[in-house]
């Protein structure tokens, strides 16, 4: 193997996932899927960059299972092996460090969600109809992959399906057409981003614009939302997500420009137990539904994600809490705007619940175990709380949206928000993040608002 001197980290958490001696750029999957078989065949072709060492072998992550047509670097076969979800390539020439390359993997097989502590993970067959929902470590289950939040890359998606479905893949749809009973929808998503984001719903669903106020400053404002929404439940949807585009409005004042071209939810006509962000979109459940917008949270949290986790991304799943810390914090701040209950109140809230419960969450590296316990998400939201009171309201969401602006689409860790934050204040910072990121004890609630 190329990398077994100083070989690039692979992630703490899950270190059988990707390949850090290369990185992609693009891929373009092509995907066929009958719902009726669960069968799918698809194409993958990756543009990619060869790392530092020269490259005579390199790893996609697929899941075992599909059965391979054929691997072509730079346009001659190649040699592979694929076992226990790694399919292994060794191109017919050594690729040099730094160089530019392409692969092309050809597949077939019946997808089934990748087994996992917290159930199956990625494609997921509905009963009419499928969904993607692959944090962190499902996208193998439908393409192959460099699977690791860092490793970002443009894709362009096509599914093929019978025509009486609607597919839907954040990103813009740039063609659709019909051959004899099939329809292919391509989709085109140019931002960065992380394989685990990539979703692709398959469904049949009504899809209704949702409107905002048109900016006269800015022609790209209002940012297009469309939903897509099983039929019968469009009235609840109207009600659940009604207040969507405001909502948006007020993420794009806190939290800088709407990340991406566009915003699509769609809700998959199944119950789900929690929403999934993907790529300029999200997944709801008929649950999350009901018309009184019990959910409306969620459809805050979904929507902070494209700023938090989606642009602004992870360097490794240690860091998850810089995701869901945020997006909790979204969900305090919207309720505020709105009228209901204040962040120092939820925050308030928050804090009992966690005092009652364990401490041994330590917040900027939980383990696998605990990535996503529901106390990462609360003291997550406390721990930007904390913030907001050490730094005071001027600075804080001077800090917020410098964060989201100059980290757009690229890659942090907790220390790069430690630094980043310690710019807003002369008040030295360290004891904030010591006591809420790195020590498992609760700290005192932070007061002062
Ligand atoms: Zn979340």
Redesign the pocket.
Known sequence: MSHKQAAPATDPYFPASGDPCYRVHRYELAVDYRPVSNRLKGTARLSAVAGRDPLREFCLDLAAGFRLGGVVVDGRDAHWTHRAGKLRIRPAKPLEPGAAFTAEVRYTGNPKPVGSQWGGLGWEELTDGALVAS?PVGAPSWYPCNDRPADKASYQVAVTAPSSYTVVVGGRLIARTTRASSTTWVYEQPAPTSSYLVTVSIGRYQSVRLTGRASRFDPRRPVPQTAYVPARLLAEFGTDFGRQPQMMEFFEDVFGAYPFEEYAVVVADEELD????AQGMATFGVNHLGGRRHSERLVA??L??QWF?NSVSIADWRHIWL??GF??YAEWLWSEHAGGATATEHAADAYTRLARQRQDLRLDDPGRRLMFDDRL?ERGGLAVHALRVALGEGAFFRMIKGWTVIHRHGVVTTDSLAAHAQQYTMLPLDGVFEAWLRNPALPPLPTGR
């Open positions: 944090q929690v929403p999934v962000e949290h979904e902070a994600h986790g995701n869901e997006a909790k998400y």
